[in-house]
């Protein structure tokens, strides 16, 4: 079975721009979460979906947002990039959302989001 | 404000070393703590501890949980230069749906 897909692998953009990231999860799982690594730190939480709602939402501005589709895939869009927002930018699945003893997160490959 | 801190930040050592990891937390309603290992982009888990299983072994990986003294260790023993990574430990905790993740130990294994 394929694992968590993203696409695309890489993106350069600049400042000012919008960006759409995609995320096709493992066939089966219904949740979708993303994270943010920046250079040298961990992954940051962005927004959690499940069932194509909004389950939890990070510390982030209003500049992201995501949504889930019928088929479980996902998008994150950043509008009005800025340089700090360079970074590997991860999609996990999960069966259902985080909690007791279903916290295993399988994580793709991430896009790598580099801002001029 | 919940935080997850890693030690070191990074390591160096040669094959066949033995290697201590170290994750201590301060959160509110703890619910578990996982570890991962990242070797080029995406995370691969290697284990789970909560309060019902506070130690878990896979072959040379083994890791405890102290949730008196709010920490976690992984131990790599007989290490290889496969063993080369960054490790991530994360926490989860009740009533969110975020795993909360330190900023990892990057581990070189040289031959």
């Known amino acids: 079975d394929a694992g968590v897909t993203q696409s695309p692998t890489h993106l350069i953009k600049t400042r000012g721009q919008q960006v759409t990231l995609r995320c096709s999860p493992i066939?089966?799982?219904?949740?979708v979460s993303w994270y943010q690594q920046v250079l040298g730190q961990g992954p940051q939480f962005i927004f959690q979906?499940?069932?194509?709602?909004?389950?939890g939402r990070g510390n982030f501005p209003d500049r992201f947002s995501a949504r889930q589709f019928p088929n479980y895939s996902s998008e994150l869009n950043v509008n009005a990039l800025l340089l700090g927002d360079s970074a590997l930018y991860l999609c996990?699945?999960?069966?259902?959302?985080?909690?007791?003893?279903?916290?295993?997160?399988?994580f793709g490959s991430g896009t790598q989001l580099s801002v001029l | 404000e919940d935080k997850v801190v890693q030690s070191p930040l990074s390591l160096v050592v040669h094959e066949g070393d033995t290697v201590t990891l170290n994750c201590s937390y301060e959160?509110?309603?703890?619910?578990?703590l996982l570890w991962y290992k990242q070797e080029k982009k995406a995370p691969t888990f290697l284990f789970m501890l909560?309060?019902?299983?506070i130690e878990k072994k896979s072959g040379r990986l083994s890791s405890i949980l102290d949730k008196k003294e709010l920490f976690s260790i992984l131990n790599i023993t007989a290490t290889q230069t496969g063993d080369s990574a960054i490790y991530l430990c994360?926490?989860?905790?009740?009533?969110?749906?975020?795993?909360?993740f330190g900023s990892g130990t990057r581990l070189l294994v040289r031959p």
């Open positions: 996990a699945s999960s069966l259902y959302p985080l909690g007791g003893s279903n916290e295993k997160l399988f």
């Open positions: 066939s089966g799982h219904k949740s």
């Open positions: 979906y499940y069932e194509k709602e909004e389950r």
């Open positions: 959160v509110t309603n703890f619910r578990s």
């Open positions: 909560t309060s019902s299983g």
């Open positions: 994360a926490v989860g905790v009740d009533s969110s749906y975020k795993l909360i």
